[in-house]
């Protein structure tokens, strides 16, 4: 009977060492894969945030567009370089309801007649966008260029 008692604690005890040692072994695998994957992930969701920056930045180019052809239309002025944005205070207000865009613009160029917008800058968060006209195109910065979009004279 002793030697039986015996031979069943050793082998439970092999099995459980066995087992702990598989259940480290895989934790350790799995942590390994995580921690490798972590950069992966946070850059995925920077290049997602940056796509939102880079929608808010064209649904305020658009906004733009419109008040600045409610102004020429109205005979109202539009571009203000002494004001916050690059533009009148009332266009200000104007453009943000209009884009609903979260972060803050600045009207950096426009043609000779004050009303076409050739570059502005927009910021939202830790993402800057800037816009160009000629030739159109957006580029999002976070510390290095995420996006740059060009096209023919059609396009957004």
Known sequence: MPNESLTSKTFSNRFSVGYLSRFLAVLVLFLAILTASIPGVLTL????DA????????SLRIA???ASTECYAAGRPFCDRTAEGG????????????SK???????????????????????EG??????????????V?????????QSGAAGY
């Not at 865009?101 to 050739?118: C, H, I, K, M, N």
């Open 45 to 48: 969701m920077r290049r997602a």
């Open 141 to 149: 910065y976070y510390q290095q260029s995420y996006i740059r979009t």
């Open 64 to 66: 733009l567009q419109v």
């Open 87 to 98: 533009v009148t205070a009332e266009v200000w207000q104007q453009v943000l309801m209009d």
């Open 126 to 139: 830790d993402f800057t966008v800037r816009y160009c006209k000629e030739p159109l195109t957006y580029e």
């Open 101 to 123: 865009a979260p972060g803050d613009f600045w009207v950096l160029q426009t043609d000779e007649s004050g009303y076409e917008v050739r570059r502005f800058l927009y910021q």
């Open 51 to 58: 796509q939102v920056a880079l929608g808010n930045a064209k």
